[in-house]
């Protein structure tokens, strides 16, 4: 969906849709400030793709919902908040990609969230993080990062525990 502007959460609706597979809620198809995936919604459903939602702040996912989902992506949302309890439920979810979100960021990067600790791939702003928690050598190419990323990474040492990481050129 594009440039819909639906004030009103479009989850409970979109969600019994029970064939769709790939979920879009692309520049302002979405103006509100919350959405929640309840139970039971979206049983096929394998990607998510949440970009340029400016107002958006909050997604709830209750358990039960989005069961097969395996790459969540969350762009360009300034005001959005927290990841949700309810990834926690989602045991398929192999990548989260977030990018722009400097809120969410933080969050992830600081103290770790709860409900990607099973997420096996999560990058942000371009940045890899992959089993950072179990992970005793993480190596990044300059391929893949930016001098940003670097800093992210530097900064954020904290997380990585007693792993480390290097910087290589390619």
């Given at each position: 969906?594009?440039?819909?502007?639906i004030?009103?959460?479009p989850?409970g609706?979109?969600?019994?849709l029970?064939?769709?597979r790939?979920?879009?809620?692309?520049?302002k198809?979405f103006?509100g400030?919350?959405m929640?995936s309840p139970?039971s919604?979206?049983?096929l459903l394998?990607?998510?793709?949440?970009?340029?939602?400016p107002n958006?702040?909050?997604?709830?996912?209750?358990?039960?919902?989005?069961p097969?989902?395996?790459?969540?992506?969350?762009?360009?949302?300034?005001?959005?908040?927290?990841?949700?309890?309810?990834?926690?439920s989602?045991?398929t979810?192999?990548k989260?990609?977030?990018?722009e979100v400097?809120?969410?960021?933080?969050?992830i990067?600081?103290?770790?969230?709860g409900?990607v600790?099973h997420?096996?791939?999560?990058i942000?702003n371009?940045?890899?993080?992959?089993?950072?928690?179990?992970?005793?050598?993480?190596?990044?190419?300059?391929?893949s990062i930016t001098n940003?990323c670097?800093?992210?990474?530097?900064?954020?040492?904290?997380?990585l525990?007693k792993?480390?990481f290097?910087?290589?050129?390619s």
């Amino acid at each position: 969906m594009l440039e819909c502007e639906i004030e009103h959460d479009p989850m409970g609706i979109l969600g019994k849709l029970h064939t769709l597979r790939e979920l879009y809620l692309g520049p302002k198809s979405f103006v509100g400030e919350e959405m929640t995936s309840p139970a039971s919604s979206f049983p096929l459903l394998k990607t998510v793709s949440l970009v340029r939602l400016p107002n958006w702040r909050v997604w709830k996912v209750e358990q039960g919902a989005m069961p097969l989902v395996a790459e969540i992506t969350i762009g360009h949302c300034p005001r959005f908040e927290k990841i949700p309890e309810g990834f926690s439920s989602i045991q398929t979810l192999q990548k989260l990609v977030i990018y722009e979100v400097p809120r969410l960021k933080k969050r992830i990067l600081g103290s770790g969230q709860g409900g990607v600790d099973h997420v096996p791939l999560i990058i942000i702003n371009k940045c890899l993080l992959s089993k950072v928690r179990n992970t005793k050598k993480l190596s990044l190419t300059r391929g893949s990062i930016t001098n940003k990323c670097h800093e992210v990474m530097s900064s954020s040492f904290g997380v990585l525990g007693k792993s480390s990481f290097t910087l290589s050129g390619s």
